[in-house]
């Protein structure tokens, strides 16, 4: 348990021989941590607990709580039933998608539960994503009423299958991920076919045997359970700036993860706004990285919407003179379409901006005066990339102080269209979160 204001952590071990062994080894020699040397020493807690003790084993509770963190790929009844099940007999699971991913596994008893726990808390599903956090849960039995994605009892096979509507069937685009960027975890079960991050010679030593998941003859249908979220093609966002922010910035933000549909303001709940995407999957991954984020002073509230599409009703003016209704449906700044959408990279908000399809004569001083003119932060590291000599644009890296600012200068530049003389048609300036972490 980390106490981050006291610079200090609890470490619980499965023993006090454990807890012996690593005090003399920091005794012995240093330990340093990012650089700073630690100092260990035995704590006067016997044992770390939440404050609600839903953590205890003692609480004799067969139902466990699973955090998902960097879902890159799309998380189903299917996908943790297959980790789960192997490890102790599952009954029922139900997947909550309100803020990030999260999902209830009710377990055959307490001993299977903690067992479960013991062997998949901290591992990986997917090879560097689709980190698990597990804790026990509140509940003691949870309550499915249909068996879908979001929700499944193993007791009762024949619950209301129902099946997905024909009006959107686009096949789910998995975004990739920077390779050996999140530790050396061994995943659970292999990676989705169309990664290009699966690594052939790595096998996984694992004691517990997954088989590859087999894809559904139908898909089905997600729905809501009780009051939680159901899954949705929808967004929405939150505590955004009353002035600042437009349908084309929230877009400019949200294309990064999926392809945008429609964009709406909500005229009753001022500051909020729907965002429709391509599926649920483009949903989840906007979630995950964009909730919380600070955009213009404001922390935006990212979640799963109620609603299973935006239909363009009080359309209103917003106070730039914009219209609080958008669709982005046609627009070719979707990036999740064309042929190219296969190098799109699903990465979080970070300080680094990667540039590209710019003109061939931009330059450092050009780009800093566009962000002085649109009143964005200035960038504080300018990189171009080398290009081949029939390339006909411009790329390369910019560096800034924080993560807000590189957010704040994409949600105003991403797309912004520079205009070159002796040329008919204008570049369009396209932005995205970088791989780097420096210049």
């Not at 953590?55 to 963190?69: A, E, T």
């Not at 062997?119 to 068996?147: F, H, M, Q, S, W």
């Not at 919380?292 to 935006?310: E, P």
């Amino acid at each position: 348990m980390m106490m981050p204001f006291k610079r200090q952590a609890l470490v619980e071990f499965d023993s006090v021989d454990s807890a012996e062994r690593c005090v003399a080894c920091g005794v012995r020699e240093p330990v340093c941590i990012a650089e700073q040397q630690a100092f260990f020493n035995f704590s006067t807690s016997q044992r770390i607990t939440r404050p609600t003790n839903a953590d205890d084993p003692s609480s004799r509770n067969k139902v466990l709580l699973l955090s998902v963190q960097n879902p890159l790929y799309p998380i189903t009844t299917d996908v943790l039933y297959t980790v789960c099940n192997p490890v102790g007999s599952v009954s029922r699971i139900v997947i909550f998608k309100r803020n990030g991913i999260q999902a209830m596994v009710e377990f055959e008893s307490v001993e299977d539960a903690q067992k479960a726990k013991l062997a998949l808390n901290g591992a990986d599903i997917y090879a560097g994503c689709c980190t698990l956090k597990i804790e026990y849960a509140r509940p003691n039995r949870l309550n499915v009423v249909r068996n879908d994605n979001s929700s499944w009892d193993y007791t009762k096979p024949f619950v209301l299958l129902r099946e997905r509507g024909k009006g959107r069937q686009r096949q789910a685009i998995l975004g990739e991920h920077p390779s050996n960027g999140y530790g050396p975890h061994c995943p659970l079960l292999p990676l989705p076919a169309n990664s290009r991050y699966r690594r052939m010679s790595e096998e996984a030593q694992n004691p517990i045997s997954y088989s590859m998941l087999l894809p559904k003859m139908s898909s089905s249908s997600s729905s809501s359970f009780l009051s939680h979220a159901a899954s949705s093609s929808v967004a929405m966002v939150s505590s955004l700036h009353p002035t600042e922010m437009n349908c084309s910035r929230i877009f400019n933000l949200f294309c990064l993860y999926g392809n945008v549909e429609k964009v709406k303001f909500m005229k009753s709940v001022p500051g909020t706004a729907l965002v429709e995407m391509s599926d649920e999957y483009a949903v989840d991954r906007a979630v995950t990285h964009l909730n919380s984020i600070k955009v213009f002073g404001k922390k935006l509230n990212v979640c799963v919407s109620k609603q299973q599409s935006v239909i363009p009703s009080q359309v209103f003016e917003l106070a730039d003179g914009s219209s609080s209704y958008q669709d982005f449906s046609l627009t070719r700044n979707n990036r999740f379409s064309n042929t190219q959408s296969s190098r799109n990279i699903i990465q979080p908000p970070a300080s680094i901006l990667h540039f590209y399809n710019a003109p061939p004569t931009l330059n450092q001083h050009q780009l800093q005066k566009l962000c002085t003119e649109h009143k964005v932060p200035i960038f504080t590291k300018f990189k171009v990339f080398d290009a081949k000599p029939s390339s006909k644009t411009l790329s390369g890296l910019l560096e800034f102080d924080n993560k807000t600012e590189a957010v704040e200068a994409l949600t105003v530049l991403n797309h912004h269209q520079i205009r070159i003389p002796n040329c008919s048609n204008p570049y369009t300036l396209k932005l995205c979160f970088s791989t780097s972490s420096h210049l």
